[in-house]
């Protein structure tokens, strides 16, 4: 009997792991620096939708030159299939930014979910010099 993932597979190497543990530490900080900013900036949910694109649009235009994405570019066959097919996936990326800010101007962070005197217990544990 396994006591978690990977401990009886010979196969398992810990880099997967600690990558996935990395993954999870800069998701997190990811998410609750985008709702502290949601909750501090005065934007509009497809202001911030532009400007994150916006912002996105100069690293991946030099990283696709840097890999030659552009040769492939040039020698793609256009077709109208092709066409629709890319603007589709727009539609959709631009769809999942804005119902991902959207919903999160929808949520109260934890910090303004509680009242401070049913935050009282925590407060021991959270600042011990202060009790």
Known sequence: MAAGPGT?????QVRAYV?????FVVFAFDQVYIKHVCDTVPMT??????????????PVTLLGLGFGEHRLIMDFVWTAPSVWSLLASCLCGVGMS???????SLVRSQRSQHSPVA?????????????
């Open 119 to 131: 935050r009282l217990p925590f407060t021991r544990l959270s600042a011990p010099s202060l009790v």
């Open 19 to 23: 990558w996935v543990a990395l993954w």
């Open 98 to 104: 804005y119902s991902a800010f959207w919903l999160r």
């Open 45 to 58: 949910s497809w202001g911030r939708v532009y400007y994150t694109n916006l912002l996105s649009v100069i």
């Open 8 to 12: 009886k597979n010979e196969r398992c």
